[in-house]
């Protein structure tokens, strides 16, 4: 699933070629995606482009703004000029997808908005992602890591008893980090993913906030991650290289970068943690 860094990247994307221009039409081809009138957002011009946590939103005024939330397969690519323009050249990590060698409306395309200047389609091959004018999940997010100091972070989770783990993925409580991000900052901290959150010292929240905040830009720096399912793409067809410098996330049975022990991997909250058993003993 797409995270904070990887929706980021597209927002960055798109904050330079949305703004100003007009949404001329929109065309749905999937009912259960979208939610909302979006014909009120027909000949209004895109003001800015905005992200709270993993949800992208392209505010076209006062009380008019459209969400995109990517959930596992979702991406958005823009084609500029004429609609249905050959992707051929746009490839992930060098190996083409059948998303981007194909004209644009794919298979896996499932809403599409006409612009002035081009063409914006959502693709989601397992549809759990959606479109929505003006979402109110957004309301029950918490604050983003970035916002935050050490202090903020700790009196966040102290209290909690649930693995540390799933407190920081819980987007409720902070938002933005999810599974890649999070076991690369536990690891940056050397703190055990199953540690009880209230258990921690304050030296340990001091270290994972900064964790947290290094793998986070890291992963912007980076464009995001592509794993090797091809699912997340840029704004231009084009996979992130933050895979590249995963600490521990997707290494199982490979050497740990600090310690040289073997990095494990088992399940926590139905998720798929990794760790250095010697280096994240506590």
């Known amino acids: 699933m797409p995270e904070l860094p990887e929706i980021e990247t597209v927002r960055l994307q798109l904050e330079k070629v949305l703004v100003g221009q007009t949404n001329l039409k929109f065309e749905i081809r999937n009912l259960k995606t979208v939610h909302g009138d979006l014909s009120k957002i027909v000949g209004k ?3 800015s482009i905005e992200r709270k946590g993993k949800v992208l939103l392209i505010n076209f005024g006062p009380g008019l703004n459209l969400g995109f939330h990517f959930k596992m397969t979702g991406q958005l690519v823009y084609v500029p000029s004429a609609k249905g323009q050959v992707l051929s050249a746009r490839v992930v990590g060098g190996h083409p997808t059948e998303d981007f060698v194909n004209k644009m409306p794919s298979k896996h395309t499932r809403a599409m908005f ?4 081009g063409t914006l389609y959502f693709n989601d091959q397992r549809m759990f992602g959606w479109v929505m004018l003006n979402p109110k999940f957004v309301d029950k997010l918490g604050p983003e890591p970035f916002s935050l100091n050490t202090p903020k972070f700790l009196k966040l989770l102290k209290g909690l008893k649930k693995p540390i783990k799933i407190a920081i993925m819980d987007q409720e409580i902070i938002s933005g980090v999810g599974n890649i991000y999070a076991n690369d900052a536990l690891w940056e901290a050397k703190i055990n993913p199953r540690r009880p959150a209230n258990t921690l010292t304050a030296k340990q929240y001091h ?3 900064a964790g947290v905040v290094r793998v986070l830009r890291e ?3 980076y464009g995001g991650a592509t794993a090797a399912d091809a699912k997340y793409v840029n704004l231009h067809g084009l996979g992130g290289h933050y895979q590249d410098h995963f600490r521990v996330y997707d290494r199982e049975g ?11 991997k088992f399940v926590l909250g139905g998720r798929g943690t990794y760790y250095c058993p010697k280096c994240q003993k506590r």
Do not use: A
């Open 219 to 221: 992963g912007i720096k």
């Open 207 to 209: 270290d994972l906030y």
């Open 114 to 117: 006409h612009l002035s200047g």
């Open 45 to 47: 011009k895109v003001v």
């Open 254 to 264: 490979e050497k740990c970068k600090r310690c040289k022990s073997v990095i494990k």
